[in-house]
């Protein structure tokens, strides 16, 4: 069974107050889950490399079932672009496919972030991460209901700088303290002005865990989307292509630079219905 999902940009990172925001990036993992009863434990293939990964076994046999899994990526991993949030979307679809289960959106989602917490992938279960990665557009999440609270398509080019620089220290008490730009940053959110949403956000988190907030400075005046994406080190923009060439050349001298584009349709068949929302809109 084969399935895929996408990268995740960040809009508002849901660490500091449980509130996230996020957007599917055209940069696929993709999963072939190849049953396999008697196995001992279930094996992980990477880019052709079998690799230990309680992570595989741990889901599968959740499902009381052992196989291999081989996964290919175009997502950096430990970017603060939602490559375990793609991952476990794609392993679960596969396995869905496998039980001949209907592909229901809110299972694999609540399933993503529970499963996450579980294992110690996520701080939040990345309930954002994994519904822009499942979903493709725009969506806004409510993490510790795991309700989505707004989800929109639009349209645009982006691109991706992974810097020279490493991930810096995460501390998740001086995350949270003195929040009040990541609640500004939600607010804004939830009437759609995504852009001051991601400069507040970006503001916040690249203080508290130490990027140079320089990056965005240098782009904020031009016509376009641009922030820290997930914990980091990488940063995103998007919108219109002359935009973004402008934005190239500033960035590429802090690394390189992915040329992509917004996802505007789900990964997969998946089935939406109304247990995928909750009246989660209000702080």
């Not at 759609?192 to 240098?218: Q, W």
Request: proline share 2%; with cysteine; glycine share 8%.
């Amino acid at each position: 069974m084969r399935s895929k999902a996408y990268a995740a940009g960040t809009i508002i990172n849901a660490l500091a107050l449980g509130y996230g925001s996020a957007f599917g990036l055209r940069m696929l993992t993709e999963v072939r889950l190849s049953v396999e009863d008697d196995l001992k434990q279930s094996v992980l293939i990477e880019d052709g490399r079998e690799v230990e990964s309680k992570i595989v076994d741990h889901v599968l046999s959740k499902f009381g079932i052992k196989g291999t899994v081989e996964v290919k990526s175009e997502i950096p991993k430990g970017s603060g672009l939602g490559s375990s949030s793609a991952f476990m979307n794609a392993l679960l679809l596969s396995i869905y496919k496998h039980l001949s289960k209907r592909l229901f959106a809110h299972e694999i989602l609540r399933l993503n972030a529970e499963l996450s917490l579980e294992l110690g992938i996520s701080y939040t279960g990345a309930f954002d991460d994994a519904s822009a990665s499942l979903l493709g557009g725009i969506v806004l999440t409510n993490n510790r209901n795991m309700k989505l609270i707004s989800w929109e398509f639009r349209r645009a080019k982006a691109i991706v700088l992974i810097p020279e620089w490493n991930r810096g220290r995460i501390s998740l008490e001086e995350i949270r303290r003195d929040a009040e730009l990541v609640e500004k940053a939600i607010e804004c959110a939830m009437k759609g002005d995504y852009r001051t949403a991601m400069m507040l956000n970006s503001k916040h988190y690249c203080k508290r865990i130490g990027y140079p907030i320089e990056v965005l400075d240098r782009v904020k005046d031009l016509e376009c989307f641009s922030g820290l994406s997930g914990n980091g080190p990488t940063f995103v923009a998007f919108g219109s292509k002359d935009a973004l060439k402008e934005i190239e050349e500033i960035w590429s001298e802090y690394g390189k630079i992915l040329w992509t584009e917004l996802v505007v349709e789900p990964s997969d068949d998946v089935v939406i219905t109304p247990e995928l929302y909750g009246n989660s809109d209000h702080m």
